[in-house]
Nanobody, 119 residues
Framework: QVQLVESGGGLVQAGGSLRLSCAASGSIFRSIFIFHAMGWYRQAPGKQRELVASITSGGSANYKDSVKGRFTISRDNAKNTLYLQMNSLEPEDTAVYYC?????????WGQGTQVTVSP
């Protein structure tokens, strides 16, 4: 069974920082995690879910234009964990953040972690 558990969200003032983590569980999933490009997605109220950052199995990263220079995605394949360091947060970053493969697998969506940035 594939399970992705996101954590690290919270309430922060504009300009602040948060670090999100995504831990993969399930023996089969752990064995394939290292071969997949992974991504962080977010969904704000009333909006569609969007990909904000992705990282290949080899560590090459890509970012949505609005987060470039502020967010950093990384992965620790030995720990089957994906990270998202978010700096200089803006109110527009408020959303529920999810991790999944890139492109995503519908069955892999977890509960997400709420990030709220106050003005």
């Amino acid at each position: 069974q594939v399970q992705l558990v996101e954590s690290g969200g919270g309430l922060v003032q504009a300009g602040g920082s948060l670090r999100l983590s995504c831990a993969a569980s399930g023996s089969i999933f752990r064995s394939i995690f290292i071969f997949h490009a992974m991504g962080w997605y977010r969904q704000a109220p009333g909006k569609q879910r969007e990909l904000v950052a992705s990282i290949t199995s080899g560590g090459s990263a890509n970012y949505k234009d609005s987060v470039k220079g502020r967010f950093t995605i990384s992965r620790d394949n030995a720990k089957n964990t994906l990270y998202l360091q978010m700096n200089s947060l803006e109110p527009e970053d408020t959303a529920v953040y999810y991790c999944n493969a890139d492109p995503y697998f519908p069955a892999w969506w977890g509960q997400g972690t709420q990030v709220t940035v106050s003005p």
